[in-house]
């Protein structure tokens, strides 16, 4: 072995996440590490907190990215809010209401799943029934931005019938946060988390969580104790809650959180409405650009996620080898389909940072290329126009 640094190459990301990291984010990264009880730091700590409030749109006291990767947030809600014998009733339209169900019940609780067509928004009136035939379930959870599909569910509908059902709502907005409208107060969402390699477009690794009053009740007034050390909010809050004293739980990712603090800081300059309305405006150049080209959405109109864009893989075209061709003569990524959609689609990302009208013609322009060589079934030559057209 070559003992040398590592030069990664420049990708465009436009996957399922990672998206691209703007510069700003990474020269913050670069800055000089501090200890994780230094004053400054703890101070921008604080920032920190106030800038997750504002993407979350939240007043909760506990809102705070989480050391490791959005998984983990979804873990700090589960083994937090679920106990032992606990009913939680999940409503799953794709892969990540699947590792929801692991949690569960590797939290000891039974996990009651409310099936959905995979590509389609959840269906209220499922969720419905699932509780009038289950009133003793506890707990309510669902994907709001399911990224394995690209559907988008109504997360403020499905909230409203967990509380009616006496339910608390957790809500995965690995995805939403940053690219479509979410309203964790006026939504009344109980528990939420989410990445921060999404729309948010700082590096994978941590994930902004926010637990609300009807949810710390619920922590305070476990019987067991959190089966995880690490994430158990009680001692993890000794660390990034109260105002005053704070005490050593676990080494902070120090420059991570400079990276996540600058991309927040990114987001309130932009504006959180104008940063939705970008990635719509976003989409539909691309939308417009696709379907000029004969490619068709998996995912009907009205439930589509902007920041996700599933299409099928037209008939005898290899997905894989398009996709690689992409990578090596453009430098272009693009997501396979996940779990059941595996082969059969391709995972257009337009989030945060990569959400451009630049990266639209790029991928529009390089599709058209690789498929046109492959010699697959779509129209040439049209698809930057229609995106144009759009933009
Ligand atoms: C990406 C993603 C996750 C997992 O996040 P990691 O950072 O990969 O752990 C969970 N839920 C959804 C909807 C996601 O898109």
């Not at 609780?109 to 067509?117: C, S």
């Not at 589509?304 to 008939?315: G, H, Y």
Request: proline share 5%; glycine share 10%.
């Amino acid at each position: 072995m070559n003992i040398k640094s590592f030069h990664p190459p420049q990708r465009v990301l436009m996957g399922p996440g990672p998206s691209d990291v703007s510069p700003r984010v990474l020269e913050a990264m670069s800055r000089p590490t501090l200890g994780h009880l230094d004053p400054v730091f703890v101070n921008m700590m604080d920032e920190m907190k106030s800038l997750l409030k504002y993407a979350f749109r939240t007043e909760n006291e506990l809102t705070m990215p989480v050391s490791a990767p959005g998984s983990a947030g979804m873990e700090t809600c589960f083994v937090n809010l679920v106990e032992p014998g606990d009913k939680v009733v999940i409503c799953q339209n794709g892969v990540f209401a699947g590792r929801m169900k692991e949690n569960v019940e590797r939290c000891g609780g039974t996990a009651v799943m409310v099936q959905d067509e995979w590509g389609r928004a959840i269906d209220p009136q499922k969720l419905e029934d699932a509780l009038k035939a289950n009133p003793d379930a506890k707990i309510v959870a669902f994907v709001h931005a399911e990224t394995s599909t690209g559907a988008q569910s109504d997360a403020k509908t499905l909230v409203e019938i967990a509380h009616r059902h006496g339910c608390l709502a957790i809500v995965d907005a690995v995805t939403s946060l940053g690219g479509s409208k979410l309203l964790v107060d006026e939504w009344k969402i109980d528990a939420i988390y989410s990445g921060t390699q999404k729309c948010i477009s700082c590096t994978p690794g941590l994930s902004p969580v926010s637990f609300g009053n009807n949810a710390l009740e619920k922590i305070k007034n476990r019987k067991t104790r959190v089966q995880s050390w690490f994430l158990d909010l009680n001692l993890v809050m000794g660390y990034w809650g109260g105002a005053t004293k704070r005490a050593y739980h676990h080494t902070a990712p120090i420059n991570a959180l400079y990276g996540l603090h600058e991309s927040l800081v990114i987001l309130q300059e932009e504006g959180l409405e104008n940063s939705w309305a970008r990635h719509q405006k976003n989409h539909l150049a691309l939308r417009a650009g696709l379907e000029a080209m004969g490619l068709s959405f998996v995912v009907p109109e009205g439930e589509r996620l902007p920041q996700l864009n599933s299409i099928s893989v037209p008939e005898g075209v290899d997905e894989g080898l398009v996709r690689s061709m992409l990578l090596s003569d453009y430098g272009l990524e693009i997501g396979a389909g996940l779990g059941a959609m595996a082969g059969k689609v391709w995972r257009i990302g337009l989030m945060g940072h990569s959400s451009n009208p630049k990266n639209v013609r790029l991928c529009l322009a390089a599709l058209d290329d690789v498929l046109g060589r492959l010699n697959a079934p779509i129209q040439r030559g049209v698809a930057v126009a229609a995106a144009n057209a759009s933009l």
